[in-house]
């Protein structure tokens, strides 16, 4: 079965700084999903990838899906305290109609005033 | 426009009951999508519905069932509850054929003692 890990856990930033999170399949990717989650809340949708090489970016967050279609990351510049929260990449899970995903665990990131 | 709604919020149920968590898409939207989210770790795909068919079963025991209604909102039942069904249980929507995005509500705190 297909299965998503994210790199890092967790992560302590100063306000200002770049990150960069990372989510990588064990298997090829057919739809890449970056939503961000408050601590016990409903997930925000940012960002989805499907091609290879593809590039998104929204405001101060940019997201990339690799050629292989195997790895996507995340990052934030200059990164604000309204971009605390939980990230987590979701992906369609093989053979399963659209709406069917699995998520990687998330990645905490806290940022310091 | 009203984004999804869950209800009820928070919920506290005892070993062996029966449960019944409620979700209302985003109008226009036909499909919705229920997941189960354990503290710590990412959201799992427990059934997806659309135009009230089944479309859509993750690996989760009988006693989870759900249904959609003509209006498009659902249900989704736990029976015999078990301690390691406590958890957040999140409804997601998405307009199927005309995007990809799955639009999350805040979720049901389902706390079983």
């Known amino acids: 079965s297909q299965e998503l890990e994210q790199s890092p856990q967790s992560l302590i930033v100063q306000e200002g700084k770049n990150l960069t999170i990372n989510c990588t399949s064990s298997k090829t990717l057919y739809g890449l999903y970056w939503y961000k989650q408050k601590y016990g809340e409903g997930l925000i949708f940012l960002m989805m990838l499907q091609k290879g090489g593809e590039e998104k970016s929204h405001e101060k967050i940019t997201a990339k899906l690799d050629e292989k279609k195997q790895q996507s990351s995340l990052h934030i510049t200059a990164s604000q305290p309204s971009h605390a929260g939980i990230y987590l990449c979701?992906?369609?899970?093989?053979?399963?109609?659209?709406?069917?995903?699995?998520f990687g665990k998330g990645t905490k990131l806290s940022v310091k005033p | 426009d009203a984004g999804v709604t869950q209800s009820p919020t928070h919920l506290i149920k005892t070993r062996g009951q029966h449960v019944t968590l409620r979700c209302s898409p985003i109008s226009g939207h036909k499909s919705v999508s229920w997941y189960q989210q354990v503290l710590g770790q990412g959201p799992q795909f427990i059934f997806q519905y659309y135009e009230k068919e089944e479309r859509g079963r993750g690996n989760f025991p009988d006693r989870f069932s759900a249904r959609q209604f003509p209006n498009y909102s659902s249900e989704l039942n736990v029976n015999a509850l078990l301690l390691g069904d406590s958890a957040l249980y999140l409804c997601?929507?998405?307009?199927?054929?005309?995007?990809?995005?799955?639009?999350f509500g805040p979720g049901t705190r389902l706390t079983v003692t």
């Open positions: 997601a929507s998405s307009p199927i054929g005309v995007g990809y995005e799955q639009y």
């Open positions: 979701g992906a369609d899970i093989p053979g399963g109609s659209q709406g069917n995903l699995i």
